[in-house]
Structure formats: structure tokens, C-alpha cells
């Protein structure tokens, strides 16, 4: 339920706060007095399209915010606990800037546009001043059929089924007739992965197999350099080694050789001495362990002129070939089984087929027994209405051709003359009979709705007199156990509400504004007078209007 909203520098007000109950609540006041500000700024709180023009004259932003109390709402509870905003209630807040920037928050959450819409389905309805035009259309009659089914959701995934069967037919279609050019496709691909089968080049091993060539090509010439760095290092005429000796020899019997300079000279000559015989080891281990083998030689380098050719074909280097293997492989493999597989893919299209007429037969059926409920309901309102000797019917036919929804197109059909077959809304209906099955249509529809609190902007234009008394109770029924908010022009509607807020425009110093209050009883009855009888108030009209919303409460204790 709406318990409170709060404008800043929206339109014509620059500071509004509602506090607002359960029950009917009538909006009320002069034509262009701005009672399409609230319903403006409530629409915005729940993610409506922004319109930089609706600032205040001369303000940087508006600053708009709807608190909800949703302890009898599950549905909302459950959406803001699944994304961590649950809370005890509901604040909605939209601030939309002169740039025309717009900005949201869910309980002081950020929040996108898309997540206000979504959340907001499961607070509030809005019945629009146009909804008995909306009638006109047979897309809408399916929805509300649907709604008052209460199976919106099997429709929904009843959609999601028919999506991926017209996908899976798409494919198959076109695989079907690209037949040929996928089996030349197969078939290449058969003789490139065989190749790169027989190949069975290894990640890394390209590099492995060139460092590997490397060294055997040159193993000769290493061997040989090798074996002369050891004779440099350790032979008996004039090695390295020899040498170190011969200076040790000579210094170590020098006075002084065992501190100063020479012990330093001594110990380094010492350390160069054990470096060389360690080189030399290091040499001979080398020499031992290299050999010459002309035969691994060949088998690298053809392995790799392999590699190169294969990879020439294909246009890329040869370190990608493995990957390359990969990637066919897996295109391969797709061709041979999965979607690919003609036979396979129809059976799944069909099963897809079969498993949618299933669940759209049951929709169905569903949908024929709800029309007759839903005919039965509508005609006990309009019979409420005035409208006892019309025939309202709710018609069920299959559709030529599937659609996502469904097997069945719906059309609302009325008759208002005895005698007259039933036929559409639009070639039947009068303005103000349309008027009145539209609301007849839209009180059923709330009746049946899970959200306890609903919006109606002027949904009893064309309509008069007793009838009007009669809309009034009707509303006023359908606010009893929740909340209903209805904008309009007849006192007698008015007169049944539970509260009264009243909208006047005023002028002040070269600036409009918008002012919004609850009506105590006497402000209750100098509104339904000047709804009756205008700007001059007369003693007899103050009456009239005091007679009619006493009339109103007292008939409902």
C-alpha cells in the first residue's frame, strides 16, 4: 500500500508531502489544476520514461519519492530480499535533473530504471484516463483473459518454449539447405584433421624441435672446442693449470709470502688453481655425454620441414599448428554430432513442436473456462451498471497460425440492444457505453488481482447520474480490503470515498503552484458543492452536497 510520496520542484510544486491510507481515496479539484501531477510524479517512482521539462521553473532537479508499506506483499518482499534491500517497507526515489539525467534509488540502494519497473508491478496498478481504448485492441483482450486466468506465467514460459523451437527450426532449415556446402565443409575438415592426426604435433614442441636441431647440427664443432678449452686448461706444456703451479711455486718461498700483498696474490692464485680444475672436470663430464648422432639429426629436421609444410597450407606459423589441431578438432566434432547431426536436430525440433502444442492446448483450455467465468463476472457489472440488457461475451478461437502465447486469439464482444448478436467493441459500442464496460472490465480485472492497491485516472468519463452513484460504490467496494486512488470529475463518485484530496493551482508573486490536501468534512462538502453547482456556492447546493456524502458513508455502515 501507498503511504506516503513526496514531490520537490516537480511541474508546479515545489514541495509536497502526502501521508495516504488504505480504503478509496478521491482526487479532486479544477480542470488544470494539476491532478495529473500525481499520478506524474508516482509514475516516475515507478520507472516511468523522464522528461526534463517536467522541473520546476527556475530549479536544477526534481526530487520524487513513493514509500510503500508491504507486509501484505509477498511478491515484493521476496524481489527486494533476492538483491539484499529488504527492509520493513518500500522507498522508491527518482531524481531527475534539467540535463535531463536521471537517477534512482530502491531503499537507498541504487537502482536502474528497469529494476523501479519491476519492483513496481508488485506494488501498484495504474489504470490510465485511455484504458477503454486499449479495449479496442485484441492484444489486449488475450492479457486480461490471461490475468484473470492467473496463468500469466505459463504463458511466459510457454513463450520461451516457442522461441527456442522457432530457433531450433531456423537452424534446421538452414542446414537443410546449405546441405552441400556443410558436407564439402565436413569433408575438409576430415582430411585437415587427419593430417594434423598424423602429425600429432605437441604444444611447445615446434620450439623444443628447433633448439633441439640447433644443437645437434652443431654438436661436432662443440665437441672440438670443447675438447681444446680442456687442453688450454690442463696440459703438460704450458696449460693453465701448469702455469698456476709454476707462479705458486715461485711466490710461496718469498719472504712475507704468508701476509700482505703476497699471502692476497697467494690466496687468489689458489682460488683461480681450484676454478680451473673444476673446469676441467666440467669438460671432460661434457665431452663424455655429447654425441654425434646424424640419425636424430635427420628425423628433426624432417619432423620440422613437416611442420613447416603443413603450417604453409594453412597460413599461419608453425608454433600455431597445435592449436590450430584444437580448433578444427572441436569443428569437426560439431559437424558429426549435436546440431549438426540433420537427423538428430529435426527430432529435436519436433519434440520442441510437440512439447508446445502440449502446453498451448492446456493454456487453452484453461483460457475457455476462464472466459465463461470472466463473461459471467463482467456481465453482473454492467448489469450494476445500467447496462443489465447487454450481452457481453468473451470469445475463444484458434489462431491459424501459432504465436508465443499461444494457440488462441480472444476478442471481447458485446451486444447493447436485446435481439442483436454480440459483435467487437469497437463497431458496437457508444462512447459512454464503452466507458462503462470498460470500467465493468477493469473492476473485474482488480477483483481478481494479487496487488491491493490500484490507481484509476478518470475511468468514469461518459458517464452520469445514478450510474455515476453506482461507480462510485463500485470503487469504493474494491478499496474496502486494500487501497484504490481514483481521479475524478463527479461528485458522486467522489462522495463515496473514504478521504478526500483535493488539487487547486495558486498564484503568487508571478509564480504557479500546486496544492495538495486531505479534505476534513466541511472541505469535503464545499468540494462536492463546487463539483455540483461551480465557482458560487449557493446554501441550496451546500446541502445538496452535505445530503449526497452523508447519503454516501452511511450506506456503507
Known amino acids: 500500500m501507498l503511504v506516503q510520496l513526496a514531490i520537490r520542484d516537480y511541474a508546479i510544486v515545489d514541495k509536497l508531502d502526502l501521508e495516504l491510507g488504505g480504503g478509496m481515496t478521491a ?9 495529473s501531477i500525481l499520478l506524474g510524479a508516482l509514475s ?26 508491504i507486509a501484505a506483499l509477498p ?32 531503499n537507498g540502494q541504487p537502482a536502474t530504471i528497469s529494476d523501479l519497473k519491476a519492483l513496481g508491478e508488485h506494488l501498484i496498478e495504474i489504470h490510465g484516463q485511455h484504458a477503454h481504448q486499449a479495449l479496442l485492441r485484441e492484444e489486449t483482450h488475450l492479457r486480461l483473459l490471461d490475468d484473470f486466468a492467473g496463468h500469466a506465467n505459463k504463458v511466459r514460459e510457454l513463450a520461451i518454449l516457442y522461441r527456442r523451437w522457432q530457433e531450433k527450426n531456423r537452424r ?4 537443410t539447405e546449405d546441405g552441400d556446402e556443410l558436407q564439402a565443409r565436413c569433408q575438409l575438415l576430415r582430411y585437415q584433421v587427419e593430417e594434423l592426426d598424423q602429425l600429432a604435433l605437441a604444444a611447445e614442441e615446434v620450439k ?7 644443437t645437434l647440427a652443431h654438436a661436432e664443432e662443440t665437441l672440438q672446442e670443447a675438447q681444446f678449452a680442456r687442453q688450454c686448461c690442463d696440459s703438460d706444456d704450458g696449460g693453465a693449470l701448469t702455469l698456476l703451479n709454476q707462479a705458486v711455486n715461485h711466490l710461496a718461498p718469498l719472504p712475507g709470502s704468508d701476509r700482505g700483498i703476497l699471502a692476497d696474490v697467494l690466496a687468489m692464485l689458489g682460488d683461480a688453481r681450484i676454478q680451473a680444475e673444476e673446469a676441467v672436470r666440467e669438460l671432460a663430464r661434457f665431452a663424455d655425454t655429447t654425441e654425434l648422432d646424424p640419425e636424430r639429426l635427420a628425423w628433426v629436421d624432417e ?49 520442441l513442436r510437440e512439447e508446445w502444442r502440449r502446453q498451448a492446448k492446456t493454456i487453452s483450455t484453461a483460457r475457455r473456462k476462464a472466459a465463461v467465468r470472466l463473461a459471467k463476472e463482467v456481465q453482473n457489472q454492467l448489469t450494476f451498471l445500467a447496462l443489465g440488457k447487454a450481452q457481453f461475451e468473451v470469445a475463444v478461437k ?8 499461444g494457440l488462441d486469439s480472444v476478442q471481447f464482444l458485446i451486444s447493447t440492444n436485446p435481439g442483436q448478436p454480440p459483435r467487437p467493441l469497437a463497431k458496437v459500442a457508444s462512447g459512454g457505453e464503452l466507458s462503462r464496460i470498460s470500467l465493468a472490465i477493469q473492476v473485474v480485472a482488480a477483483s481478481h488481482s494479487t496487488i491491493p492497491s490500484l490507481v484509476f485516472d478518470e475511468v ?40 478526500h484530496l483535493h488539487i487547486e493551482k495558486q498564484a503568487e508573486r508571478n509564480a504557479t503552484s500546486t496544492r495538495m490536501a486531505l479534505l476534513d468534512e466541511a472541505g469535503r462538502v464545499s468540494e462536492l458543492a463546487r463539483m455540483l453547482g461551480g465557482i458560487k456556492l449557493s446554501e441550496r447546493t451546500l446541502a445538496h452536497a452535505r445530503e449526497m456524502l452523508d447519503a454516501s458513508q452511511h450506506a456503507h455502515h
Open 172 to 175: 534446421l532449415k538452414q542446414l
Open 398 to 405: 484458434e489462431r491459424s497460425q501459432p504465436a508465443p502465447d
Open 44 to 69: 516516475l517512482c515507478l520507472g516511468e520514461r523522464a522528461d526534463a521539462g517536467s522541473i520546476r521553473h527556475g530549479c536544477e532537479q526534481a526530487d520524487l519519492s513513493a514509500r510503500f508499506d
Open 303 to 351: 619432423r620440422l620441414s613437416e611442420a613447416h609444410r603443413i603450417a604453409r597450407k594453412h597460413h599461419v606459423m608453425p608454433e600455431e599448428l597445435h592449436e590450430l589441431h584444437q580448433k578444427l578438432h572441436r569443428e569437426l566434432a560439431g559437424f558429426e554430432g549435436g546440431e549438426q547431426d540433420l537427423e538428430a536436430l529435426a527430432e529435436e525440433v519436433e519434440t
Open 208 to 214: 623444443a624441435l628447433e633448439s633441439e636441431q640447433e
Open 460 to 499: 468514469d468519463v461518459g458517464i452520469s447520474g445514478a450510474t455515476a452513484e453506482i461507480v462510485g460504490q463500485l470503487l469504493r467496494r474494491l478499496g474496502s480490503d486494500g487501497q484504490v486512488m481514483t481521479v475524478t470529475h463527479l461528485p458522486q463518485v467522489a462522495a463515496q470515498a473514504h478521504q
Open 27 to 35: 482526487i479532486t479539484g479544477e480542470t488544470g489544476a494539476g491532478k
Open 75 to 106: 511478491e515484493a518482499q521476496a524481489w527486494l530480499e533476492s538483491r539484499e534491500l529488504s527492509s520493513d517497507d518500500c522507498l522508491l526515489r527518482r531524481v531527475v535533473t534539467a540535463g535531463g539525467r536521471s537517477k534512482a534509488w530502491i
